[in-house]
Each structure stands twice: as structure tokens, then as C-alpha cells.
């Protein structure tokens, strides 16, 4: 069965503390992306990432940062530098050969207390 | 970089009846245009896309067409039901963007039996 999984679906952590969303895939696709959502407005690119060890900055990067050591995996870590980090945060992919098609995962939404 | 406008923000029909969502976006560069549906807590679901060298496109209720000199593109769905209830975002890609999405702000669809 494959697909995109994120983990947990929702996650709640105290102000200042670091917290990383987790976002798998065996879809064996090569480009992976993280997308943040808020009340009533479109999806915002945080960080994408082409291939393994090497990723770049969306547009709202500031107070994020990622890692892509395996192709399967692009974890998502919310900085305490992040001013706002309660949002629904989704992950996606896609097998970057001239397809354009990018799917979601199930997402998860974070609030922070 | 690409600025997407979606409207309208909400939108309201009775079971039946068609529906209509339109797009604009800024970037000629742009070749990628995809529709996709989210419920309620969900990941977004790819539901129709169409390149940058088609006019239009239909897959049983739903339609997609695209005017490139004008920068817009526009979501059609027919014979509308309550299960199409949802949010759905356009969005843009291509040129140097490598895959990246920019979505519109989101469409919330409500078919009332």
C-alpha cells in the first residue's frame, strides 16, 4: 500500500520547545515538499528538497529547518524561533521525471500552548 | 515570483447544478495548473490538472480549462452532489520553479440536497 504518512496527526508541545513532524513515503518518489496551512488561506511552502541531502527554502523557511537523509524521509522541525507555529502542516511528493503531479499526505496539525 | 488569485472565496449550489471556480495567475512561465479537494482535516486530494498545452480538460463531472493569454484557469464541475462539498485550492507551477506549487487562497464548495 503506498502512500505519504505524517506523524502524530495531531501534536500539541508548550511554547519554546522544538518539535519535529515526521513524513514518510514509498512511493519511491525523488522530491518531497513541506507545506503549512492557516484558518482560511492556501498552502505556504516551508522547504522542498529534490533529492537526498540537499534541500531549499521556501517561502516562509524562517523558524524551520529540515534534513533529507534518506529518500523516503523529510522530517519537518518547528524552531522556538517561529513566531506563529500553530498550523495545519502538510508534506508532499512527487517522482520529479518531468511529472508534475504532487500528492499529500494526511497532514498534522500542530498547536502550540 | 507567482501570485495565484482564486475565486469566488465560497460558493453555494443546489444539488444539481453546476459549479464553477476560477484562477488567475501572474507568471507566463507557469505550465502546470492543478485542482485539488480537501475535507474536512484531510491532505489535499489531486482531482484534475492541465497543462500549459491543452485548452481543456474533462474527467467524467469535472473540467478544467485554461486560457494562457489571459493567465487564467477555471474548475467546472457538473451535476453537482453533496459528497463535492469540500475546499478547492488551485494552484501554479513550471518555468524555474522545480515543482513548487503557489496556491490560490482556497474555494469552500457547498452542494445542499
Known amino acids: 500500500d503506498g502512500g505519504i504518512t505524517q506523524s502524530p496527526k495531531y501534536l500539541f508541545r508548550k511554547e519554546g520547545q522544538n518539535v519535529t513532524l515526521s513524513c514518510e513515503q514509498n512511493?519511491?518518489?525523488?522530491?518531497m515538499y513541506w507545506y503549512r496551512q492557516d484558518p482560511g488561506q492556501g498552502l505556504r511552502l516551508i522547504y522542498y528538497s529534490q533529492i537526498v541531502n540537499d534541500f531549499q527554502k521556501g517561502d516562509i523557511a524562517e523558524g524551520y529547518s529540515v534534513s533529507r537523509e534518506k529518500k523516503e524521509s523529510f522530517p519537518l522541525t518547528v524552531t522556538s524561533a517561529q513566531k506563529n507555529p500553530t498550523a495545519f502542516y502538510l508534506c508532499?511528493?512527487?517522482?520529479?521525471?518531468?511529472?508534475?503531479?504532487?500528492?499529500f499526505g494526511p497532514g498534522t496539525r500542530l498547536t502550540v500552548l | 515570483g507567482e501570485n495565484v488569485e482564486q475565486h469566488p472565496s465560497t460558493l453555494s449550489v443546489q444539488e444539481g447544478d453546476s459549479a464553477v471556480i476560477k484562477c488567475t495567475y501572474s507568471?507566463?512561465?507557469?505550465?502546470?495548473f492543478p485542482w485539488y479537494k480537501q475535507e474536512l482535516g484531510k491532505g489535499p486530494q489531486l482531482i484534475i490538472d492541465?497543462?500549459?498545452?491543452?485548452g481543456e480538460k474533462k474527467d467524467q463531472r469535472i473540467a478544467v480549462t485554461l486560457n494562457k493569454t489571459a493567465k487564467h484557469f477555471s474548475l467546472h464541475i457538473t451535476e453537482t452532489q453533496p459528497e463535492d462539498s469540500a475546499v478547492y485550492f488551485c494552484?501554479?507551477?513550471?518555468?524555474?520553479?522545480?515543482?513548487?506549487?503557489?496556491f490560490g487562497q482556497g474555494t469552500i464548495l457547498t452542494v445542499h440536497p
Open positions: 494552484a501554479a507551477a513550471g518555468g524555474t520553479s522545480y515543482g513548487k506549487l503557489t
Open positions: 508532499a511528493s512527487r517522482i520529479d521525471r518531468g511529472v508534475d503531479e504532487q500528492f
Open positions: 492541465i497543462r500549459s498545452n491543452v
Open positions: 507568471d507566463s512561465a507557469s505550465n502546470y
Open positions: 512511493l519511491n518518489h525523488d522530491a
